[in-house]
C-alpha cells in the first residue's frame, strides 16, 4: 500500500468525479462570488463484529491528504539539527502509535522528476487514513442502503442484507468546497457473514487494507491525533458509546 512512486502534479482538464464551478450571487446587496465542486453524494458504514466486539474499518492511501503534507512540511522553515533530529523523532513515535492498530512498513516515496530526491517528499504514510467503509451514490438505479451493502461487501468482505442497515443520520461534508451529503449507516456482523477479504474493486484501483478496532480501544483510537482518520470515525464511535455501548455492557474507554 504504502509504496508509492513516479509522483507527478498536473492540471486536472476533465473528471468523472469532480467539476470545478464559480456561483456569482447577492447576499444581504452584496456581490459574491464563491468557487467550489460539485461532486457526488456518498454513502458510509459503521461495521461492528459482534463476534469479535470489534470495528471494521478500511485504510487507505489518499493522494489529497499526501499533497497536503507535501504542501505543509515544504512550507516549514529549516531546523537546526538538533530540531531535526527532536522532530524526527516525534515524528517516529507518532508513526509508531499508528502502526500499532494495523502495523505496516512505510516506505520513501519516489520522484519521477529529473533532479529531484525521495527526501523532497514525506514518507508514504503520511497520505494513509483510517475511515469508515463508505462510497460514492453513483448508481441511481440503487437505493442508499443497496449502494451501502455494495460498498461492505466490496472493502470489507461481509455480506449483509440491505435491510439490516440501521441509517443514523446525513450530513453534509466539505461544506466550503462540495458541499456534498453523506448519509451514515450501522450494521452488525458477525464472523458468519464474512464472504471474502475485502478490499476493494481491484477494475476501479482500489487498495484497501481491512482494519478491526476493539470496542475497549475505540474512544483512545478516536482522540489520538497521531493517528490520522477522517471525522467519520470520530462521530460513529461517539454515536455507538452513547446508543449501543449499554447492550454490549463493555467499556469504550472514553
Request: charged share 25%; net charge negative.
Amino acid at each position: 500500500m504504502e509504496e508509492i512512486t513516479s509522483v507527478d502534479v498536473g492540471p486536472c482538464p476533465e473528471s468523472e468525479y469532480l467539476k470545478p464551478l464559480r456561483v456569482s450571487y447577492n447576499q444581504n446587496g452584496t456581490k459574491k462570488t464563491w468557487d467550489f465542486m460539485q461532486t457526488h453524494d456518498s454513502v458510509s458504514v459503521l461495521i461492528f463484529n459482534t463476534t469479535s466486539h470489534c470495528f471494521v474499518l478500511v485504510k487507505q492511501f489518499r493522494p489529497a491528504v499526501y499533497m497536503c503534507e507535501w504542501e505543509r512540511i515544504k512550507k516549514q522553515p529549516p531546523q537546526p539539527a538538533d530540531k531535526a533530529e527532536e522532530g524526527a523523532a516525534e515524528e517516529a513515535a507518532a508513526e509508531g502509535a499508528a502502526e500499532a492498530a494495523a502495523p505496516e512498513s512505510p516506505q520513501e516515496v519516489q520522484s519521477a522528476s529529473e533532479g529531484e530526491s525521495s527526501s523532497q517528499f514525506p514518507p508514504a504514510s503520511a497520505g494513509v487514513t483510517y475511515e469508515l467503509c463508505a462510497g460514492l451514490v453513483d448508481k441511481p438505479d440503487l437505493s442508499l442502503e443497496e449502494i451501502a451493502r455494495q460498498e461492505v461487501l466490496e472493502e470489507c468482505g461481509y455480506d449483509v442484507p440491505a435491510a439490516k442497515l440501521k441509517r443514523i443520520t446525513s450530513y453534509r461534508s466539505g461544506v466550503g468546497v462540495t458541499g456534498a451529503k453523506q448519509t451514515l449507516f450501522y450494521a452488525e456482523v458477525s464472523d458468519d457473514n464474512c464472504v471474502g477479504a475485502g478490499g476493494g474493486e481491484p477494475s476501479e484501483g482500489e487498495l484497501i487494507e481491512v482494519v478491526k478496532v476493539p470496542l475497549h480501544e475505540a474512544m483512545t483510537f478516536a482522540y489520538d491525533e497521531r493517528i490520522p482518520k477522517t471525522m467519520g470515525v470520530i462521530f460513529s464511535f461517539i454515536w455507538f458509546h452513547n446508543n449501543m455501548s449499554p447492550k454490549y455492557k463493555i467499556s469504550t474507554n472514553v
